[in-house]
Nanobody, 127 residues
Framework: QVQLVESGGGLVQAGGSLRLACAAS????????MGWFRQAPGKERDFVAA????????GYADSVKGRFTISRDDAKNTVYLQMNSLKPEDTGLYYC????????????????????WGQGTQVTVSS
């Protein structure tokens, strides 16, 4: 069993920064691609960023490229999402998720490919 717990969300003005963290327990996350997704009210859950199990490859949604950075610290079983230059359209509930197969070098964007999810942390960006 895997437990993922997100933290670091909050209310921030446009142009500000936040750093989200996702702590994993149970099955170690170090062998798995990890992803961040977000969901705005009334909308589907969208891919934000992912990092492969080796940390050698990252992937981002076009809307966040150049502003967000995903990283991992396997010694702490934690994945981070550094979010800079935040915009009101970045508002949403941010989830971290663990890919369903170990040692995959790609960074899948389909949420159906992830089998464990956290409860989410709210990010609100005011204009």
């Amino acid at each position: 069993q895997v437990q993922l717990v997100e933290s670091g969300g909050g209310l921030v003005q446009a142009g500000g920064s936040l750093r989200l963290a996702c702590a994993a327990s149970g099955r170690t996350s170090r062998s798995y691609t990890m992803g961040w997704f977000r969901q705005a009210p009334g909308k589907e859950r969208d891919f934000v960023a992912a990092i492969n199990w080796a940390g050698s490859s990252t992937g981002y949604a076009d809307s966040v490229k150049g502003r967000f950075t995903i990283s991992r610290d396997d010694a702490k079983n934690t994945v981070y999402l550094q979010m800079n230059s935040l915009k009101p359209e970045d508002t949403g509930l941010y989830y971290c998720a663990q890919f369903r197969r170990p040692r995959v070098f790609s960074t899948p964007k389909n949420p159906d490919d992830y089998d464990y999810w956290g409860q989410g942390t709210q990010v609100t960006v005011s204009s």
